[in-house]
């Protein structure tokens, strides 16, 4: 039996997966040549809403980014599998937003060491996959390819290849993170645990946002992204400190 290319440098279990290259040849097959027909196939059997919240992205001409496909799932109550490709491999990832879990093929503390900016989004479909029943779920060997989904949103917005606001919060806005946040539920330290105690104290604009220390443009939008995410963005349009400045050109909406 041959050996997979890049085998050594994958996360145990990845030997598993199905090759990107195969899946690939899947996903072509399924369309007449025309990019209507690639898009159909690249969101395969969604809810109505969210097909047409991701069709956004995809009518643009690029693939949906793994954060904007959860966010739209997230918006919409949407069960769905999203397929990565790994290096040469197909990770599936499934997200139930109504249950606050994602489900990951490899352990979910492997998923998390990963270099997220290197995940592409191949393909997003509706879950097929059932939670488990508690009984089931309590299992260790099954407890270990769960996750909080607020885990997985905080960690793709900071470390994610998304550097740019998603569309619901860009433009003309200020921002402040809501009373109802419970920020222990984050990982924070040093001068983003600074930025969120901030946030909470006052309405702030993206642009004074990023250049407090530790910070910039980027990395002030990660952060934004990441709250509100996490339901904890209040965005406001007509505050005072609501700004749409040319510094930041359209607001950091899209690619």
């Not at 997966?17 to 040849?25: E, V």
């Not at 352990?107 to 097929?128: C, I, N, S, Y």
């Amino acid at each position: 039996m041959s050996v997979p290319p890049f085998e050594s440098t994958l996360p145990i279990g990845a030997a598993e997966l199905m090759r990107a290259s195969a899946f690939r040849r899947t996903i072509e097959s399924e369309f007449r040549g025309g990019s209507d027909d690639r898009i159909t196939s690249r969101l395969s059997s969604l809810d109505p809403s969210l097909h047409q919240d991701l069709m956004r992205f995809e009518s643009k001409g690029r693939q949906s980014e793994l954060l904007e496909v959860l966010a739209g799932a997230v918006r919409h109550s949407s069960a769905v599998t999203i397929q990565l490709q790994l290096l040469a491999h197909v990770l599936p990832l499934t997200v139930f937003p109504v249950h606050r879990l994602v489900h990951c093929q490899l352990p979910m503390g492997q998923f998390f060491e990963l270099q997220l900016t290197d995940l592409e989004v191949m393909r997003v479909e509706k879950a097929q996959m059932q939670v488990p029943e508690l009984p089931t779920l309590a299992q260790t060997a099954v407890q270990a390819h769960f996750a909080p989904l607020g885990k997985l949103l905080w960690e793709l917005a900071l470390r994610g290849a998304r550097d740019e606001l998603l569309p619901e919060i860009a433009g003309q806005a200020a921002y402040r993170i809501t009373p109802t946040l419970d920020l222990a539920t984050l990982d924070l330290g040093g001068t983003l645990a600074s930025a969120c105690e901030k946030l909470r104290r006052q309405t702030t604009s993206l642009r004074e946002i990023a250049e407090w220390p530790g910070f910039d443009k980027p990395r002030a939008m990660r952060m934004l992204n990441g709250l509100y995410l996490q339901a904890g963005l209040m965005v406001t349009r007509t505050h005072p400190a609501a700004t749409n400045e040319g510094w930041f050109g359209s607001g950091g909406g899209g690619r």
